[in-house]
């Protein structure tokens, strides 16, 4: 997954855009969805998701499984925001019970309330994700370094993820050499030798990653490192004036449809 996001970040047909617009473009559209009625967030995901697949050409499947993914935290805490437990004696007046199930002298019920809270938590969750894959999709690492950089973020926070960036590389592939090679022994088979050779998978990639790390510390050293990482400068890029409108417009009715909703329900 790490290796496909790092490809498709250097081969998308946005690759040769503003990385500063890029990422200016989808913090706004981010900042935009807290404060949005879920229709414009849903709005939104589906116009971002228009920019990443359609625009950058990134694949439909993949895209869908990064949302997904990132969606099965929130799926495990639906239960506790949906269902209510209170004793069988306990009155709960103006909750609209939806189902209700009844345990020894406790009642669980669901209520619309929640189910709502549920649905609209799920249309911000799906427009931040949607903006925040954009940019992961469509911007090399080391262009968000830059402007990171160029926005003055902190010199050792830059440092700490240049290097978890390229650790987390190594950590991925020592696990997938090792899970093969446990494989070709013929390890992972069954729930007791996978739970074993998984924990001893687990060990071995630690004492490995660490030894990698001592490897890189010492080719810095060796070149001459002051415990001062030197980036790329920042190299403005052009933005093409069919984005630049069509970013404009799409915001400005975005924005139109957000403040009638608004005024709407003022009335």
Known sequence: MMKRIDTLAYSNALRDLSPMWKCAFAMIMLLFTYMAHPLVQILLAIWMTLWTVVYARIPLRFYISLI???????VGSVPALIIEIQPLQASYPGLHEVAS???????????SSGLLLVGQLFARIVACLSCMTFIICSTPFAELLQVLKKVRVPKLVLEIMLIMYRILFMLFETAQDMYVAQQARGGQNGFRNRLRDTATLIVQMFIKTMQQY?????????????EDIHMAPYQAKPIPLRYKVESSVGFTLLLLLELWLRWRSAL
Request: proline share 0%; charged share 5%.
């Open 214 to 226: 001592k490897s890189l510390s010492n080719g810095l050293v060796s070149r001459g490192f002051t």
């Open 68 to 74: 997904a993914i990132a969606c099965l935290f929130f």
């Open 101 to 111: 199930l009844t345990f020894l002298n406790w009642h669980l019920f669901i209520t």
